[in-house]
């Protein structure tokens, strides 16, 4: 899940940095959200994918509140860790929402994750406490259910890797339990985007994901149609969290 954008990484960091200040300027701490993650925050693949920008999840939330997307696209919660204070802290948030684990989950060459399941938990856990103790309200997102087959997720990862586990797509659930459980456990609102996707009809598969139009042909990425289901439940959450 890197992150591509046709000015390069540097130049788009630049020009976040302008529109975050630009936005910034104009609104107090109370209407400030803060939107922290990986690809599926930043919505890196709308420009390889050719989708309206104006679908991506994050742009439906700022039509009614002032948001930053404080996403890059690769970034595990290690990652986000590091520009923790640059990207969320620096911006006096009074909601931040965070979802983080599809780039943790993912198993390397020798097996072991990116980010192993006590690091993924203790990060969560220091951005809530740092966030709580700021008296900003912290929103959870669990990650969506990952397309397993050899045409979208295991045609860049290894399947044999993911067998002990019960294949890729309970492998990143495992991580969503984190996301859940930390939840439950610091009274923070969740918003189960996996849970809220496999509600299907015909129960949860490959084939059922893929003809649901949720998710696109990467196997772990938002189509416009997903993004609408993500929207909802950030837009009510935020709601309750601004009552």
């Known amino acids: ?27 107090d701490r109370s209407d400030v959200v803060v939107v922290f993650g990986d690809s599926n925050t930043e ?28 996403g890059v696209g690769g970034n595990t919660s290690e990652q986000g860790r590091i520009r923790f204070q640059r990207d969320v802290l620096s911006k006096n948030p009074k909601v931040v929402i965070i979802m983080f684990g599809t780039n943790d989950a993912v198993l390397n060459a020798d ?20 966030l709580q103790a700021r008296q900003s309200t912290v929103i959870l997102m669990t990650t ?16 044999r890797l993911y067998g002990t586990y019960g294949g890729a797509r309970m492998w990143h659930d495992s991580y969503n339990e984190i996301v859940r459980k930390v939840a439950r456990e ?41 993004a609408n289901v993500v929207y909802w439940g950030a837009r009510m959450a935020v709601s309750a969290a601004l009552w």
Request: net charge neutral; proline share 5%.
């Open 186 to 226: 610091k009274n923070v609102l969740l918003v189960d985007n996996y849970q809220n996707i496999t509600q299907l009809p015909n129960g949860i598969s490959d084939e059922t994901l893929v003809k649901s139009g949720l998710i696109d042909p990467s196997g772990t990425h938002f189509t416009p149609q997903g």
């Open 43 to 70: 919505g890196t693949n709308w420009f390889e994918n050719g989708y309206d920008v104006r679908d991506k999840w994050v742009n439906r939330l700022a039509q009614h509140r002032t948001v930053i997307n404080a």
């Open 1 to 27: 899940m890197q992150s591509t954008h046709p000015l390069g990484y540097l130049a788009a960091r630049y020009v976040k940095a302008v529109k975050d200040s630009a936005v910034l300027a104009g609104a």
């Open 144 to 159: 969506i259910p990952v397309i397993e087959g050899l045409d979208h997720y295991y045609a860049r990862n290894n399947e």
């Open 111 to 130: 097996g072991q994750p990116k980010v192993t399941k006590a690091k993924f938990e203790e990060n969560l856990r220091y951005f809530t406490d740092t």
